[in-house]
C-alpha cells in the first residue's frame, strides 16, 4: 500500500512535522481565542496579536504535548519490536533538556519559585522557596551527570562491543537519572493544573525503558568465544548468566545501589553530607516531600510606593515592626505610618481633595510602583519620598490633638478604616 504524502513527509522530516503541528493547533487557539474575546481594531493589530499567541501557544503549550506524545509512541514501538530509526541521541537529550527548561520556567513565572531561596529565608507576597536543598545542588549535579554518561554510553557504543558488566552499570546509570527524575516530580507536582510538571517525568521513563529494551535486544552472542571457557565450570555459569541479556535489567535494578554508594562517596570527598541526596528534598519548605517550616511570607502590595519602599535595605528604611494590609502581614516604617496617616486626615477633613490626590496617585503611582523589583529601587523611592513625608508629618501635626496616637495605630487594626496609601 502506497504512503500519503504527509506520512512520508512526517518521516523524513519528522522535526519540522512537529513543529507545524504545534503551529497549526496554535493557530486554531489563537483565533479560538480572539474570536472569545475579541480582535483588535487594526487589522496589523490583529494579524502581530494574532502571531504571538500562535507561537507562544505552539512552544509553551501544545510542543511539550506533541514531543511527550512522540516519545509514548517510540516507547511503544520498541515494545512491539519495531523499527525506531529516526530516534537519535540528540533527540532523546533534547527532549530531556527541553523539559528542564519548561520545567524552570512554569515553576519561576506560574508559581513564583525563588530557586536561591532556602526554607529559613523570609519572601514576600506569593513567593515560594526552592523545593531542592540548595546545599545539595552538587550532589543533584552530579546524579545527572552519571546519568548522562551511562545513558550516552549506551546510545552511542554497541553492547557487542562492551564487556556485559560495562552495559549493566550503565543501565544502574539510567535507573538512578529516572528514580532522581521520579522523586523530583512528586517534590513539585502539586495538583491537576500542575499535569506539564509530569510530562518531563514521563519523557525520562519512555527514554530510558526504550533504551534498555533495545540494548537487551541488540545483544548477540559469541558462539566460538564461548566454548574457550566451557571446561572451567564457575567461570562458564558466571560467563552464561552475564550473557544472558534477558537479565540485564534486573541485574542493573540491583546494582544501583552499590553505584549509587559509589557516587555518595566521591560526592563525600568534595565536602558533600552523605544524606545530601535525601536532604536535597527533605531540607525544604511549601512542597510535598519538605520536612521543614519555613517563616511565613511578607506582604508587600506592589500598587503602593511606600509599601514597597519599605522593603529596602534596613539600614536605610529602617523597619519598625510588622502589621496588617488587607489580612496580609506587612513590613512597615516610619515613612509608611506617616503616609497613611495623612491619607487618613485628608479623608476626614478635605474629602473632595484627597479624591483628587487619590485619583491622580492611582494614575501615575501604580504603574511606578510596579517598576520596583529590587532593594536598591525601593531605597531610591525611599529617599525620593523622604521630603513628601515631611510635608505629611507636618500637616499631621497641624490637624491632630495627638498626632503620634494616629501615627502609632496605623496598621494595627485599631482605627476604624484601613486605607490603601501610597
Wanted: with cysteine; charged share 20%.
Amino acid at each position: 500500500m502506497k504512503e500519503s504524502k504527509w506520512r512520508s513527509f512526517c518521516k523524513k522530516h519528522w522535526f519540522l512535522a512537529q513543529c507545524l503541528l504545534s503551529l497549526c493547533i496554535g493557530g486554531v487557539i489563537g483565533a479560538c481565542f480572539f474570536w472569545y474575546a475579541g480582535a483588535p481594531p487594526s487589522v496589523w493589530d490583529t494579524l502581530g496579536a494574532f502571531a504571538l499567541v500562535t507561537l507562544f501557544c505552539a512552544a509553551f503549550l501544545i510542543y511539550p504535548l506533541v514531543l511527550t506524545g512522540d516519545q509514548i509512541l517510540l516507547f511503544i514501538r520498541q515494545l512491539q519490536g519495531k523499527s525506531k530509526k529516526r530516534s537519535s541521541l540528540f533527540y532523546d537529550l533534547w527532549t530531556l533538556f527541553l523539559g528542564i527548561f519548561y520545567e524552570i520556567i512554569y515553576l519561576e513565572i506560574v508559581k513564583e519559585v525563588v530557586f536561591t531561596a532556602d526554607w529559613t529565608e523570609q519572601l514576600s507576597n506569593y513567593e515560594m522557596h526552592t523545593p531542592l536543598f540548595t546545599g545539595s545542588y552538587l550532589s543533584a549535579g552530579v546524579l545527572l551527570f552519571v546519568f548522562l554518561a551511562g545513558f550516552s554510553v549506551l546510545r552511542v557504543v554497541s553492547v557487542n562491543r562492551m564487556p556485559p558488566l560495562v552495559t549493566v552499570l550503565c543501565m544502574s546509570a539510567v535507573y538512578l537519572g529516572v528514580l532522581f527524575t521520579l522523586v523530583w516530580t512528586v517534590q513539585i507536582l502539586e495538583s491537576v493544573t500542575d499535569i506539564y510538571l509530569l510530562l518531563p517525568a514521563v519523557n525520562a521513563v519512555c527514554i530510558a525503558m526504550r533504551t534498555v529494551l533495545a540494548k537487551v535486544r541488540e545483544f548477540e552472542p559469541d558462539e566460538m568465544r564461548k566454548s574457550k571457557i566451557d571446561e572451567v565450570p564457575f567461570l562458564c555459569r558466571l560467563n552464561r548468566f552475564l550473557t544472558e541479556s534477558k537479565r540485564w535489567p534486573y541485574m542493573a535494578f540491583l546494582l544501583m545501589l552499590p553505584l549509587l554508594g559509589v557516587t555518595v562517596l566521591i560526592l563525600v570527598l568534595f565536602g558533600q553530607a552523605p544524606n545530601s541526596l535525601i536532604r536535597a528534598f527533605t531540607e525544604t519548605s511549601d512542597w510535598n516531600l519538605s520536612r521543614q517550616i519555613a517563616p511565613q511570607n511578607l506582604y508587600y502590595d506592589e500598587h503602593y510606593l511606600c509599601t514597597v519602599a519599605a522593603g529596602g535595605h534596613e539600614k536605610l528604611v529602617k523597619p519598625l515592626r510588622k502589621g496588617v494590609r488587607h489580612g496580609h502581614p506587612v513590613i512597615v516604617n516610619r515613612q509608611l505610618l506617616v503616609a497613611n496617616a495623612f491619607e487618613q486626615i485628608l479623608e476626614e477633613k478635605v474629602p473632595r481633595i484627597h479624591r483628587a490626590v487619590r485619583s491622580a496617585y492611582d494614575r501615575y503611582g501604580f504603574p511606578l510602583a510596579r517598576l520596583i523589583r529590587s532593594k536598591w529601587t525601593a531605597d531610591v523611592v525611599w529617599v525620593l519620598m523622604k521630603p513628601l513625608e515631611w510635608l505629611f508629618l507636618a500637616v499631621i501635626y497641624l490637624c491632630d490633638v495627638h498626632p503620634e496616637d494616629r501615627i502609632a495605630v496605623q496598621y494595627t487594626g485599631k482605627h476604624v478604616k484601613e486605607f490603601s496609601i501610597c
